[in-house]
């Protein structure tokens, strides 16, 4: 399985994962311009991608898909609330537009897509569970908080997409207004560095190879803060990436 960031944080979401010679986006919070160079800055083709599957209604995450239908002809998956919600961006028209229920499962070839509920403060939000025989990739953003069941879900993982949002004194004291401040460190918003780095040290089956720290907030979060409270945290027993908010990632890989 290979992957990367096209683009995480607040300006835009877009995961790109391939295996089994199936190509899928996850998210669509970039342009189709960019989006086309980024995969193609990776020796990837847009139009060779199999589908684009939408987490939540939010603007960084939906916004471009109505562009990567109509430019690309790529299918567009997303759930019905998600979708209803989401008309508030006016996405134009959507081509080829699927439904899927947040308990349903996606097959694509070999590959599964398998949504996880979370609870964001979004219409009908999912994280996702990809795999592809026995590797397993997880892309767990905008998650709320560590809500029963997200230890086991990441237990089950080879390589994650984490969310590691914010450094909550950085929030408490940068300049938010106050109603802000509780909704991202609230029960529907983001989680913390040190929500993310306690999360990945609660995993001990030694089957994660690696954590690409994802949606880090530019107000309230610096990479490197981020990346200090994970190795400070949860050690340094594996490889810790960055999914950064103006460039892709490296190219991922899970063996």
Known sequence: ???FSLNSGSNGN?????????????????????????????GRDVCDVD????????????????????KFGLPVYMTRRTYRAAQRYYLGRVG????????????????EVRP?????DA????????????RRLGILTDLGHVFDGLVEVLA???????????????????????FLKRRVAGEHGHISNVDAAELVRSVRNGNLQWVALSHLSEINNTP????????????????????????????????
């Open 96 to 111: 080829e537009l699927r439904f899927f229920k947040p308990a349903e499962s996606l097959t694509f070839g070999a590959v």
């Open 14 to 42: 877009c995961v790109y994962v391939e295996a089994d010679g199936v190509r899928l986006l996850f998210d669509a919070g970039i342009s189709g311009k960019r989006t086309a160079e980024r995969l193609a800055a990776r």
């Open 1 to 3: 399985m290979i992957c």
């Open 51 to 70: 589908a684009v599957i939408i987490s939540h209604d939010h603007y960084d995450h939906v916004r471009c898909a109505g562009i990567l239908s109509r």
């Open 116 to 120: 996880i509920r979370t609870p964001h």
């Open 224 to 255: 490197e803060l981020a990346l200090r409270t994970h190795r400070d945290v949860a050690g340094r027993g594996r490889p810790v990436h960055l999914a950064g908010r103006y460039s892709p990632s490296k190219l991922l890989r899970i063996e």
């Open 123 to 134: 219409a009908e939000p999912v994280a996702f569970v990809v795999s592809a025989g026995r």
């Open 156 to 178: 089950g993982l080879d390589a994650v997409f984490l969310e590691s949002n914010h450094d909550p004194e950085m929030l408490a004291s940068g300049p938010y207004p106050t």
